[in-house]
């Protein structure tokens, strides 16, 4: 997928046809590429999504037991993931109606053959994981998002 704008709060999208509203995101600042776990709400029946964007990629992904991201290699059904790199993580949380939280901690990232990535990210108080699989670009269209941004309404 060519490079897109990082996703907002309240971006509106279409993803497999359903239209969402980005609700929170969780971005992820180290020494190596940044990325974001982005929560979206269906606009009709509100249901929820969640996407994993990287500075190339965006991603269809579930959040997982933190327990299960701890060695070198790990099995996820079929998938193999393997560690590929750990750094400090600087964290920054957004949700609508509340002030920015931030936060330190230490962050892995997996990935597996297949392209499906999975990434630990650990502060004082808290551990969160999510995996993360390749998003098809015909799946999600960011033409509105991008159409407001430009002012093009």
Known sequence: MA????????????????????????????????????????????????????????????EIGPEVLSGEEIERGERAFRLRWDSDVRTERAAPDASPKFGRGRCAWYAADDGAVAVLIVERYERVAIEGEPLSGSRIDLRFTVGLREGQR
């Open 3 to 62: 490079r897109q704008p990082w996703l907002q709060l309240d971006d509106e999208l279409l993803l497999d046809d359903v239209d969402y509203r980005v609700v929170a995101t969780l971005a992820g600042y180290t020494d190596r590429p940044r990325f974001q776990c982005v929560t979206l709400v269906g606009e009709l029946r509100g249901e929820r999504r969640m996407l994993l964007q990287t500075e190339d990629e965006i991603m269809d992904a579930r």
